[in-house]
């Protein structure tokens, strides 16, 4: 018998992506992707890393039942 989720499972991969986003974007982090030597298109690979990670949520938590 499978077990009810809690009302707040979908929320949580999405959570994980906020902080993760904020940890790239909010801290001193940043001045690794954005470092001097680094190749120009490295903020792009960042980014897209985190729409990749917020699709992954959405897909996770079921996304819309159009």
Do not use: Q
């Amino acid at each position: 018998m499978k077990r009810p989720s809690e009302p707040d499972a979908p929320v949580m991969p999405s959570l994980l992506v906020f902080a993760v986003a904020v940890l790239l974007f909010g801290s001193p982090l940043r001045r690794l992707w954005l470092a001097e030597g680094a190749p120009g298109y490295l903020p792009f690979v960042v980014w897209l890393g985190v729409i990749v990670l917020g699709g992954w949520a959405a897909h996770r938590s079921g996304g819309h039942d159009a």
